[in-house]
């Protein structure tokens, strides 16, 4: 009989899949970009531009939050 090894992220805690790995760098990469978003519409006093900065962090958030559910 054939013994069958698990795959890497077959639920064990602590495991990714890629797909996960892939979708958390990106979450990453639109916090960031809202962070400097902020931080140039404070440089620049421009409200819009800060406000909008603070929306994509809080939308990163809550797609990071929703994924590790």
């Known amino acids: 009989m054939a013994e069958v090894s698990p795959s890497p992220?077959?639920?064990?805690?602590?495991?990714?899949?890629?797909k996960n790995n892939k979708d958390k760098l990106k979450n990453k990469i639109e916090d960031l970009g809202g962070r400097a978003k902020e931080a140039i519409g404070r440089a620049t006093g421009n409200r819009e531009t800060t406000s909008r900065g603070r929306a994509d962090q809080a939308k990163a958030s809550l797609k990071d939050a929703g994924e590790k559910v």
């Open 9 to 18: 992220d077959a639920g064990y805690p602590g495991t990714m899949s890629a």
